[in-house]
Every structure is written in C-alpha cells, then in structure tokens.
Nanobody
C-alpha cells in the first residue's frame, strides 16, 4: 500500500507556471506507475499525464502536451508535474495516483491509490 500527498498548487495568472509534487510513503514507490489527473467543478476526473516506473516513458493528454512535463525521482519517492503556459481551463483540483500494474493507463479506475488533491487556479 502507498499513501500519496500532493503539494504545490495555488493561484497563478494565465501564462504562468506551477510545479506540483506528490510524495509517496513506503519503500516500493519505484514499483508503481504514477499518474496525474484533474477534476474541475461539475466535470469528470480526467487524465493529465502518466509516467512509467523507471521514469523513462511519459504519456500526456493532448490538452497539456507541450506545456506540462511529468517526472519522478524514485530516490525521493516523489513524482512531479511541471506546468507551463497555464490557461484558465487548466483550473481544477489536481490528483496524483499510483497504479500497481506495469502498463501506463489513462482511466481513473485503473489506478489503485489516490492523494487528496491540490487546487490549481489560473486567472485570466
């Protein structure tokens, strides 16, 4: 089992940047595929990015490709989401998630563990 805690959210103007962090408990962090999702009010939770266990294979939603970068540091049990060129439509609660199966996934139900979320608000 793994516990996840996100941080780094906040209020930023359009065009700005934020870096989210997700710290994981336990000694098996490197055995999990990690993902970032987001949920805006009145909308379903949607996939943002995922990264393989080694960090060598990232995958992005089309809406963030070229603007967001997912990375991980297995020595620090942490996954990051660098968000650049932020837009008002990026406003949401951002969640990190862990998946115990090897293959990258984009659907929330395919992830086993979730953090509590961190709010990102982008003003126009």
């Amino acid at each position: 089992q793994v516990q996840l805690v996100e941080s780094g959210g906040g209020l930023v103007q359009a065009g700005g940047s934020l870096r989210l962090s997700c710290s994981a408990s336990g000694r098996t962090f490197s055995s999990y595929v990690m993902g970032w999702f987001r949920q805006a009010p009145g909308r379903e939770r949607e996939f943002v990015a995922a990264i393989s266990r080694s960090g060598g294979i990232p995958h992005y939603a089309d809406s963030v490709k070229g603007r967001f970068t997912i990375s991980r540091d297995n020595a620090k049990n942490t996954v990051y989401l660098q968000m650049n060129s932020l837009k008002p439509e990026d406003t949401a609660v951002y969640y990190c998630a862990a998946r115990s199966i090897l293959i990258l996934a984009t659907r929330p139900r395919e992830y086993d563990y979730w953090g509590q979320g961190t709010q990102v608000t982008v003003s126009s």
